[in-house]
Nanobody, 114 residues
Framework: QVQLVESGGGLVQPGGSLRLSCAAS????????MSWYRQAPGKERELVAG????????NYADSVKGRFTISRDNRKNTVYLQMSSLKPADTAVYYC???????WGQGTQVTVSS
């Protein structure tokens, strides 16, 4: 069955960086676009970034443009989210998603605080 397992979250100071990973299994990863979402306490889940199946096309929420980079390694069936210049407003649970099938990972907590 499809599995998406996120990792790499944690506590980081404002201005710091983190790299999230999402390891996929149970489907032909290289054929599918992938996305990262986040959900902050009391807020709706929102799209952060997306990447096409071979990585040639990416898109970002305005709030993270220039600070976050989505990438993927189809040999490792993994999608990444490199986050830099982190702000307290980036605090959320981050989820990866395979959009076509609607599959979600379990999420990883990112907390930006001094």
């Amino acid at each position: 069955q499809v599995q998406l397992v996120e990792s790499g979250g944690g506590l980081v100071q404002p201005g710091g960086s983190l790299r999230l990973s999402c390891a996929a299994s149970g489907f032909t990863f290289s054929l599918y676009a992938m996305s990262w979402y986040r959900q902050a306490p009391g807020k709706e889940r929102e799209l952060v970034a997306g990447i096409s199946s071979f990585g040639g096309s990416t898109n970002y929420a305005d709030s993270v443009k220039g600070r976050f980079t989505i990438s993927r390694d189809n040999r490792k069936n993994t999608v990444y989210l490199q986050m830099s210049s982190l702000k307290p407003a980036d605090t959320a649970v981050y989820y990866c998603k395979e959009p076509k099938g609607g599959y979600w990972g379990q999420g990883t907590q990112v907390t930006v605080s001094s």
